[in-house]
């Protein structure tokens, strides 16, 4: 199941699992993701990218409170980003911590600082410390599925956080529309090079092959 937002932030349960609270609360979330975006027209290019990140946040943190609920384990949410020196994912990080806090969570967060072998380190000792839920941004997709299985060994839940699943058998993901992020970088372009003088070719950046959503921006 999909749901593609006009917040540009998509919802993914496994279709492994049957439907559940998690899909009420998936359907919630994206009905509030666009109610909020309607009312935000003509914000910088910038400042979009960035409350896009935030509110994906929120979202995750609301798939992770249904999952911990049904899991019944303690209140501490893992969280192990991309690269935390990055604007979107240090957003993201304030939407994790902020969004645990409300729902009366307290959170941890590990660093991959854009490293495989922290993804690794940093999710094994998630499970180690006996997390309720591990939201995670992979900085490699492919390495998930050995560390998906050993968490739900563990009966801990895996919302995978943009980037991709790598193929896992995770619980739920929550994604940027990286089309339209596509579609709303090149009105940018486009609107920001009128009236100015030089060159109208356009280069594109190819994305590693494993960030198959990332791909279609």
Known sequence: ME???????????????ERSPLSMAQDQSARESTAASSGQPGLPFRRKTIWIAALASLMIL??????????MKPKVIGFTAYDLSLDFFHSMEMGVMEGAESLGYQSIRHDQAGDETR??????????EQVAAIIVSPISPE????????AHEKGIPVIINDIGGGGSDYDAIVISDNW????LA???SADYLKGQEG????????????AVYAARR
């Open 3 to 17: 749901m593609i937002t006009r917040a540009c932030v998509t919802i993914e349960q496994n279709d492994k699992k």
């Open 62 to 71: 609301t798939v992770a409170a249904v999952l911990v609920a049904t899991f």
């Open 119 to 128: 993804l690794v380190t940093s999710f094994k000792r998630l499970i180690e």
């Open 143 to 150: 390495v998930l599925p050995p560390l998906v299985d050993s």
């Open 180 to 183: 339209q992020g596509g579609v």
């Open 186 to 188: 090149a009105d940018y």
């Open 199 to 210: 060159s109208r070719k356009v280069a594109i950046i190819t994305v590693e092959p494993s």
